[in-house]
């Protein structure tokens, strides 16, 4: 086992939906302070993984530690303790859409602490400030772009200071421009507010380019781990095929079928 | 690029046999002008014919089911190295199109109807209700668990979303709930009228309506009207919610979907539904008086004395079971929600189902409950 610089520890995880296996028996660790990325083809199951993190999913077998917890043996009220130190941003920001910007972002404070409602004004500004959307905050999240959306979802995450976020898909579908200042975004406040990032994505440049360590999962097994270089350079195939994204290789191109000319030819099968 | 010239076939009777003459492109863009000039033509398998191909520009697999039409497949088969334009690749193309017409793909899931499929529909239509009922059963433990939690606690009671559903659900359905009770309460008073005339019995109409009123139709109409109008939307909202993943950010925020979503509105429908209840024996009374008064000369004095003497014992029985439906119809409406998937598809299928599930199951309790009360005497 390994000591207490992780604040997450994964092991001998194994996830099945239904008679599919999602992960066999998989080994994580994600280390404090740090970024990690997970990365992997689509229908990996990488946004499954943070489920089970958060425990919205229960494993078949393994164990999940989160800052010293096994998150499966929590009790219900024990949970959402944990839960609050976990933010989560996900892939369009789920903003709360019968609420303004400021609401948003003031909601878990309200939720779960008694602040005066000017203490909490001013915690909603400092997280606004911080991902640059102060100005935005009467805004509704119909009003906002998918980045902004990103961002304010970014502040409420980290309304209650957590001591981790899981990012699913953060930079999916945004132009250069904001897919660069979530990039910077993440950075920052990662070292700034000293959080642990899980960072889940298939935008490998600029995944990898804040990521100090990352995963490729596939067929439900981990195919490489190691920081951005170590990959970059991988002898592993499987690593090369997804860090430059040839269109064959492990991950074969054509989906299993039978012989191309057998298939136009031969409706029963059989040749003359 | 020159026009492509559609494909042409000529006919020539010689010594030995029929000759044809192809010229053109014989594709599929001509395919309608080709089949037309195939069709006028008929070969008998017996005549020897002689091909020509050399004036054909392209042939692709439209072109090539033609002329095998045409030939036959056996002539197909048969053909010999010498036609002149029969290039190896157009003599493959020919034979697999010959192939492909001696082996048609039946489409073996069609056309395939055995009583043996009633049965399994029958039995895995009642697979999906029994689970249906399960999960209905869990969702309304967690939902009465997640409510006694909260009881205790003043401080988690949320009254504002409270306020704000009965609102919507009680307040604004006031007028529509009145229009429509009153109707039915005047078409029952016709109804009544128009049998008990003969019977010389027409004041009786007045006691039909009442009773009615108070005991089933009241209550029913309005539960009704509120599973269309408010199952479905719950189950909208729920529904939009989870598409766009607020469920999961509440859940990962450590708040509890039930706790703030499902018990206000559930419990504001169960303060409207009664309410809206009371509007509609009202105003079906009403309306009914209107009828009486009109058409069978009952004085309004008369017909309130008439009401008057019915015992109030037959309004709390319509009123009790007020809470009970609307307990259900929140249930299903909620239930639905948390059930439907990412597409807007599903969230209109999923709302669709929970207002027809619902006004099924408040019909059937109503008529379970009509049984219950008149076995007991109330």
Redesign the interface.
């Known amino acids: 086992m390994a000591g207490d610089d992780n604040l997450v520890e994964i092991r001998n995880l194994t996830f099945r939906h239904g008679a599919h296996t999602i992960f066999d028996n998989i080994d994580i660790d994600i280390r404090r302070g740090s970024i990690t990325a997970i990365m992997g083809p689509s229908g990996t199951g990488k946004t499954t993984l943070l489920r089970l993190i958060g425990r919205q999913l229960q494993p078949a077998s393994g164990t999940i530690l989160v800052d010293g917890e096994n998150v499966n043996r929590l009790g219900r009220s024990a949970l959402f303790e944990l839960r609050k130190r976990m933010g989560m941003l996900f892939q369009n920001g789920a903003l709360l859409t019968d609420m303004n910007v400021y609401d948003n972002v003031a909601f878990p404070l309200r939720e779960h602490t008694r602040l005066p409602e000017r203490l909490i004004r001013t915690l909603v500004l400092m997280k606004l400030e911080a991902v640059g959307l102060r100005g935005a905050r009467a805004l509704m999240p119909a009003e906002l772009s998918g980045g902004m959306a990103r961002r304010v979802a970014l502040a409420r995450a980290i309304a209650l200071d957590p001591m981790m976020i899981m990012y699913d898909e953060p930079f999916t579908g945004q132009d250069p421009i904001s897919m660069g200042v979530l990039v910077r975004l993440i950075k920052d406040l990662n070292d700034a507010l000293g959080l642990t990032s899980v960072i889940v994505s298939h935008d490998i440049a600029e995944t990898s380019e804040i990521a100090d360590d990352i995963y490729l999962l596939s067929g439900g097994k981990v195919v490489a781990h190691g920081s951005r270089e170590d990959l970059r350079n991988s002898e592993s195939e499987w690593a090369r095929q997804f860090m430059h994204g040839l269109p064959d290789g492990p991950v074969p191109f054509h989906y299993p079928a039978a012989g191309y000319a057998d298939d136009l030819v031969n409706h029963n099968g059989t040749r003359d | 690029m020159t026009a492509s010239a559609p494909g042409q076939v000529r006919q020539e009777a010689g010594p030995e046999g029929v000759a044809l003459l192809l010229t053109g492109d014989w594709t599929l863009l001509h395919y309608t002008a080709l089949s037309r000039s195939v069709g006028k033509l008929t070969l008998d398998n017996a005549t020897p014919v002689r091909l020509d191909l050399q004036g054909v520009g392209e042939m692709d697999s439209a072109g090539a089911t033609l002329l095998v039409r045409l030939l036959g497949t056996e002539r197909t088969q048969a053909l010999p190295e010498s036609v002149p334009g029969l290039t190896p690749e157009r003599r493959e193309l020919l034979l697999?199109v010959c192939?492909?017409l001696l082996?048609?793909?039946l489409d073996t899931r069609q056309n395939r109807y055995v009583f043996g499929d009633v049965t399994a529909r029958i039995g895995r239509a009642s697979l999906i209700i029994g689970r249906d009922l399960v999960t209905l059963l869990d969702f309304m433990g967690r939902t009465l668990l997640t409510f006694l939690r909260v009881l205790p606690r003043p401080r988690r009671w949320r009254l504002t979303p409270l306020v704000s559903h009965i609102e919507q659900i009680g307040f604004n359905a006031v007028p529509i709930v009145a229009l429509l009770t009153f109707l039915v309460g005047a078409v029952v008073a016709l109804l009544g009228a128009t049998v008990l005339v003969d019977l010389g019995l027409t004041i009786y109409t007045v006691d039909l309506v009442t009773y009615s009123f108070m005991r089933e139709f009241g209550v029913l109409l309005t539960a009704i009207m509120l599973a269309g109008r408010t199952a479905s939307a719950f189950t909208a909202q729920i529904g939009?919610?989870k598409a766009?993943?607020?469920l999961?950010?509440l859940?990962?925020?450590?708040?509890?979907p039930i706790e703030l979503l499902v018990l206000p509105r559930i419990l504001a429908l169960m303060v409207s539904l009664p309410l809206l209840t009371f509007i509609a024996v009202l105003s079906g009374v009403a309306g009914g008086g209107l009828v009486s008064h009109l058409s069978l000369d009952i004085s309004v004095s008369r017909y309130l004395e008439i009401v008057n003497a019915v015992p109030l014992q037959h309004f709390w029985v319509g009123l009790s079971k007020a809470p009970l439906f609307a307990f259900i119809i929140g249930l299903i409406g909620c239930l639905e929600g948390f059930k439907s998937g990412a597409s807007a598809e599903s969230v209109g299928l999923h709302t669709t189902s929970s207002v027809v599930q619902s006004i099924f199951i408040v019909i059937l309790l109503d008529a379970v409950a009509a049984l219950y009360f008149m076995e007991a005497g109330w």
Do not use: I, K, Y
Not at chain 2, 251 to 256: E, H, K, S, T, W
């Open positions: 697999t192939n492909a082996h048609p793909v939009s919610m766009n993943e607020e999961d950010a859940r990962v925020q450590g708040l509890d």
